[in-house]
């Protein structure tokens, strides 16, 4: 017990060294982890160590997934949900019948269910090491294209990694395989959403935001445990989960709340990523010594993963080319039609324009068109604006093409999803190995140069363009921030009215022209109107602004 204290603590300090250190010495702190991990593998103290892969795969990717889905900007994973379902789950598939075939090729009596399992392990990223990406100057849509990807790309490998290990045993049906996989699907979106709607129900009424984050550590397993027990994806079911809660929160859940969430969350995913990196690179020395009982070759291995790991990156290059092409049409077509949009846009602001709709929509026999139905479709018009400035805004072009497919790296899910094949699996010590060398490979290769990628290609920026364009927004920010106060009653003053009492009536009125501000902002965001960086940091100057005059109250009153 003394030994595994020891152990933790010492745990602890290197993540929060990692973390400080890395950055000033140029390198990703989860390299940083992987490299402390590898050399400890070798001490004789960690000999006696075994990592459980359900641990990782059960216990902390659901509470990893669920923290991410939370903190995503949610418009911008609606406007970058065609991408990320394709990279998510068409070049999943696909990457993991290629490598299939590659590894029934170069691996002896292996066979091809075998090697798409193992495909299907190697074919997905991390999100865990996706969080490289993110300490570098990126586009804002290709970390939402990674963020989503990795959020969702990890159940369709293991939903096709237990559907090859079925079919290495049985006859394989490729129907059963889709409605295996649709069901994994649905049956995880239902949960997910009720249990996120669920959490927040619940949680709204608890006023203490010490209880009220340890309940939010429980969402994740709330949603993944149930799912996985119907035989569905509780990885999909936690990262809906943390969708839902995402977009409701800030409605239904206090300022205090949520800020005593966003910090506990960081520290939660700060222990667990770094825990992660450490424990991919403490089983080196088991991995490696499995091999060698088995009389394999772990030169002829490594081969085997450089092959693999060039393989994926090549696919995925394949599949991001002319995803490109298909979003840059898509994003031309949209351009085509804003002068239009914006004509209705601005006809449905007077009563005039919108009785002149009306009456255009009902000439025919068909349903009779309502205000409501036209309060949809100019809801609709809003969010098709606000798609088209966005893509405007930021194209996609060869250079963010090449990050996406450069930042496409393994991590340790690729590790931990190996050591859950079965016993029986041929050659299984090597085919652990393989997945390991390719996840290590990947994370120093790829992660060890993004940076430097990044910055090399990032085309120069006209500064004082970025500038007046975000002082631009800024601007409309507040006029809809003030026009919003400007609807609330300002409070009615009498003569000799106590003190106390007008202090209390001021902070009323100031408490409800923060609430009138706050559901403005939630609706731009919903509309997709502004930045979502630019809404967030608006949002945590009000919450700010609210528990300031909420805790100057408590000392008063």
Known sequence: MDELIILGVIAFVVIAAATVLGPRLGIASPLVLVAVGIVASFLPMFDSIEINPELILSGVLPLLLYSSAVSMPTMNFRREFGAISGLSVILVIASSLVLGVFFMLVIPDLGFAWGVALGAIVSPTDAVATSIIKQTPVSKRVVAMLDGESLLNDATALVLLRTAIVGAAAAFSFWGAVGTFAYSVVVAVVIGWLVGWLNLVVRKRVTNPAVNTVLSFTVPFLASVPAELLGASGLVAAVVAGLVTGILAPRDLSPQNRLSDSQNWRTVELVLEGAVFLTMGLQIQAIVADVQREHAGVGAAVLVAIGALVLTILVRAAYVAPLLGVLGRRARRQEQMQERLEGMQEKMTTPEGVQEFLEQANTGRGRRVTSRDLDRFARRVTHALGDIEYFRRQPLGWREGVVVVWAGMRGAV????????????????????????????????????????????????????????????????????????????????????????????????????????????????????????????????????????????????
């Open 414 to 557: 690729t590790v931990a999803a190996a050591q859950t094949l079965p016993e029986d699996t041929p050659q299984r010590p090597v085919l652990v190995f393989i997945a390991f060398a390719v996840a290590v490979l990947s994370l120093l290769l790829q992660g060890g140069t993004i940076g430097p990628l990044v910055r090399r290609i990032a085309p120069k920026v006209d500064q004082a363009e970025l500038d007046a364009q975000a002082l631009e927004e800024r601007t409309r920010l507040m006029m809809s921030l003030r026009e919003s106060a400007e609807g609330v009653a300002e409070p009615v003053r009498t003569e000799g009215e106590p003190r106390m009492e007008a202090f209390r009536a001021e902070r009323r009125y100031r408490l409800d022209v923060i609430a009138a501000q706050r559901a403005a902002l939630l609706d731009a965001r919903d509309n997709g109107t502004f930045d979502a960086d630019v809404l967030a940091d608006e949002l945590a100057n009000l919450d700010a602004s609210q528990i300031a005059l909420e805790m100057r109250a408590k000392t008063v009153d």
